[in-house]
């Protein structure tokens, strides 16, 4: 069951990693995020099963199991209330002009920034395959949505 939970401030100070789901994700990249907070979000857990968070908006996607199987034991963040023991803090949609973005990454780096980081690396973040892959599945916007987020966090 997923617990209400509010991530501000639990990593003041920080810097805080995000291991994206893009093709240069390696285990070799995930591993240059050691000795940071790390968020792992999707497929990316599986290159950092130690990271400190996983984010997966959707309870019904297979990274869920996945997550499972390689014995994550950080904290995991769904984005509906469902039965998972996960915490959910919202939907997470981020407004872009007039779109309006639900998406893992965005999500992941809205927690970094709630969670009081003071510095974020972004790694494994391929704007361009995720809209090019996405162009006809109505999950685009991931560039301007990212775009937007960094200026407002700067």
Request: some cysteine; proline content about 4%.
């Amino acid at each position: 069951m997923t617990t209400k939970w509010n991530p501000d401030g639990i990593w003041q100070g920080e810097t805080v990693a995000i291991l994206g789901a893009g093709p240069d994700m390696t285990e070799e990249l995930a591993l240059t995020a050691k000795g940071h907070k790390t968020i792992a979000v999707n497929r990316a857990v599986r290159y950092a099963p130690w990271a400190d968070m996983f984010v997966a908006l959707d309870p019904h996607h297979p990274f869920w199991e996945e997550a499972d199987n390689l014995g994550f034991s950080g904290i995991r963040v769904c984005g509906v209330e469902c039965d998972y023991d996960a915490m959910y803090a919202g939907p997470f949609y981020e407004r872009a002009g007039s779109l309006e973005i639900r998406n893992n990454a965005l999500a992941a780096l809205r927690i970094a920034f709630r969670s009081g980081a003071k510095h974020i690396k972004l790694l494994g973040f391929d704007t361009a395959r995720y809209e090019e892959t996405h162009e006809h599945t109505g999950f685009s916007g991931l560039t301007v949505g990212l775009a937007q987020m960094l200026a407002e966090i700067r």
